[in-house]
């Protein structure tokens, strides 16, 4: 098979017409007698299954209705990530953003003056390269967002103008993507005239009426609640004009019998509780996949059928590959779930949340056909952090005013609640909502130690990076020569590095006082990220001895600031030594590295009055040009401090 370089540089010596024989596509055809399929993939954002044919009573959507009924809709389809960038680096590439270091949201800075972000190195690629070599025309239109710099030659075309109608030989196969975002969260936050005019295609008789709207049980019933998922609602009847429209045109080309056509949510619903969450409301999504009589093989496709295998987005990447007739790279970490000779179906999906914007949490899930578990490695932090992008939503603000009443219904206490459960074990198919958690029932405990086994296997399978401290993580990608190399390097270094790793974190988490021995001796381990654990976790012990304080103490003179920061957060938790600790932080916030200054922003606004003395640098670190998490946590704490309003970027 030539590659694309070559296949180029031939036709711009001896035209298209001379290449009969050597064109990929030509050639598959000339060697099975059929085409290759055309994809067109068409996405959405933040939307889960508010469509009518997954049975909701409001949703207006006939196009996709339509949709589902020539072809398969998936009942049980996953996202790796329950937020856009994370999640988009994994379908775009098939391999878990906790593994190739795209796990946080998102992975640069993004102040006025762009920071860094990780490239993606070789031999990771983004799948339309492969599909690109084999001959396809692979555009997106418009949305990336993949979390790392994205490499050359991934597109033919990546614009509001690309199109499979732009491929210079109407016969060469093509992947188009497109993307909607009228769905997107941000369309909460516009006035009511802005909404009419996105929504200005509806009918009457397609408006929402907010008094037949019934929010989920983990959201206040209010007037404003049902106002804002009805206005919701009425945008993704927007987006279904917009799939119709496109559907359309492929029909006009000619195309829709040689086309296979995926419809797929980025992840679930852009609302509290949903989008941001590792449980089904943010990570269970709509899929729907029409497949041309030709291509379907095994009894696939089969036209208004539902498929109910579990399936995960990191699926995508080999799916595609797989239908297009070409080999799935060995270090993908998905599986195809159409074509020939597939392999059995996946017993568990996985899901993951570090890093949103300004706000670190580290979670992780294991969904089966029936349980979901979740694994929270910082257990300390509040349930519903403050996140300055996050409380535009005007479901948040209003929860918000209920809290502040004392209104807050009790189905709704996850909002306010100051600390995380360890663990959450629900039955996801007989509580939808997943609000009962099992985890203390002596009914569930052996699914709980079976999917808590799974939760560490997966763990240590993918080599997740996501307990490495961000400042930590940037130093490794510098040394190493990539996110994707560091675990390797690391446990070249010592083969239990993750596991030693891991089982720090549990302790940390929420330690007891015969874990001091453990933590103490932690603090002399080589490698940063262990010792960044080990203070945490002395930090977490709440009423620690002179054996405790003393250890964080002396890490306030460790050689790496990540650890000097977190022995100073450590410190304050303690009550002890908060001078010398509050002198670590200040120096901390002139560092040159923008996450030491992020994680000292973090530092400061848990410890609340007792960073008053710090406004003066806290109101300079507003100035903050490469970081834009840096300013909307100082900015938060500032707030605070003096009883400002002012919203940061």
């Known amino acids: 098979m030539i590659t694309r370089k070559e296949f180029l540089q031939r036709a711009g010596l001896a035209g298209l017409a001379g290449l009969a024989a050597t064109v990929p596509w030509r050639s598959a055809r000339a060697a099975t007698g059929q085409r290759p399929p055309n994809v067109l993939w068409i996405s959405t954002e933040d939307i889960g299954s508010h469509l009518g044919c997954y049975g909701d009573p409001n949703a207006i959507t006939p196009a996709l209705d339509r949709l589902a009924t020539e072809g398969v809709r998936y009942s049980h389809f996953f996202t790796a990530a329950p937020v856009c960038a994370p999640n988009r680096s994994c379908i775009i590439t098939g391999m878990y953003p906790q593994t190739i270091g795209s796990h946080p949201m998102r992975s640069g800075g993004e102040g006025a003056d762009r920071s860094q972000i990780p490239p993606l190195t070789p031999p990771l690629r983004c799948f339309p390269q492969y599909l690109r070599d084999a001959g396809y025309y692979c555009t997106n239109n418009v949305k990336e967002d993949f979390n790392f710099v994205k490499p050359p030659g991934v597109w033919d075309d990546s614009s509001n103008k690309a199109h499979w ?28 005239t802005v909404h009419a005019k996105r ?3 509806l009918t009457d008789a397609q408006r929402q009426d907010p008094a037949k709207i019934t929010p989920p049980p983990y959201h206040a ?8 998922w009805a206005r919701y609602l009425e945008t993704v009847t927007a987006m279904d004009y917009w799939v119709a429209d496109l559907l359309q045109q492929l029909a006009d080309d000619g195309l829709a019998d040689n086309t296979i056509v995926m419809f797929w949510s980025d992840h679930g619903d852009g609302v509290p509780r949903c989008k941001r969450w590792c449980l089904d409301s943010g990570t269970r999504v709509p899929v729907i996949v029409r497949i041309p009589e030709a291509y379907r093989t095994a009894g696939q496709g089969l ?43 996946r017993a568990f999906v996985y899901a993951a949340r570090d890093r949103m914007d300004e706000r670190h949490d580290i979670i992780r899930s294991v969904r089966g056909r029936r349980f979901r578990y979740v694994r929270q490695y910082q257990p300390w932090l509040p349930y519903n952090q403050y996140l300055n992008y996050g409380e535009r939503h005007p479901i948040q603000q209003e929860m918000r005013r209920l809290a502040a009443q004392g209104k807050l219904p009790s189905a709704c206490a996850w909002f306010t609640a100051p600390h995380k459960a360890i663990e959450e074990l629900y039955d996801s198919e007989n509580d939808p909502h997943e609000m009962i958690n099992l985890v203390d029932d ?20 993918v080599d997740d990076l996501g307990l490495i401290p961000e400042a930590e993580l940037f130093d490794l990608d510098a040394e190493h020569g990539g996110r994707y190399n560091i675990a390797r390097a690391l446990k070249q270094a010592d083969p239990n590095f993750f596991v030693k790793l891991r089982d720090l974190a549990m302790i940390a988490g929420r330690p007891e006082g015969d874990d001091v021995a453990t933590l103490v001796a932690a603090m002399r381990s080589p490698y940063p990220s262990m010792r960044y654990w080990a203070v945490i976790g002395l930090g977490n012990l709440g009423a620690p001895g002179d054996t405790a304080k003393t250890a964080a103490g002396a890490a306030l003179g460790d050689g790496k600031a990540v650890v000097r920061v977190a022995a100073a957060g450590a410190l304050f938790r303690m009550g002890h030594a908060q001078d010398k600790a509050l002198e670590t932080l200040a120096r901390a916030l002139r560092s040159s590295h923008e996450w030491i200054r992020h994680q000292s922003t973090l530092m ?6 007792s960073a008053r003395p710090l406004l003066p640098q806290l109101r300079a670190a507003l100035k903050d040009r490469e970081n834009k998490y840096v300013v909307r946590v100082a900015q938060h704490t500032v707030n605070v401090l003096t009883g400002g309003t002012d919203e940061a970027p």
């Open 165 to 192: 109608r732009n491929r210079p030989n109407p016969d060469q196969p093509f992947f188009a993507v497109f993307n909607a975002t009228v769905t997107h969260e941000s369309a909460n936050h516009v006035s009511p």
């Open 604 to 609: 400061l606004d848990e410890i609340g009055e």
């Open 442 to 461: 002596p009914a569930h405990q052996s699914t709980l130690a079976a999917l808590r086994a799974e939760h560490a296997r997966w763990f240590f399978a």
């Open 221 to 228: 019933d209010t007037p404003r609640v049902r106002e804002t």
């Open 303 to 345: 036209p208004g059928t539902t498929d109910n295998r579990l399936c995960s987005s990191i699926d995508f990447a080999p799916t595609v590959l797989h239908l297009a007739g070409l080999p799935i790279p060995g270090h993908l970490q998905g599986q195809p779930f159409l074509g020939n000779a597939l392999p059995a179906p």
């Open 199 to 201: 929504t200005a295609m």
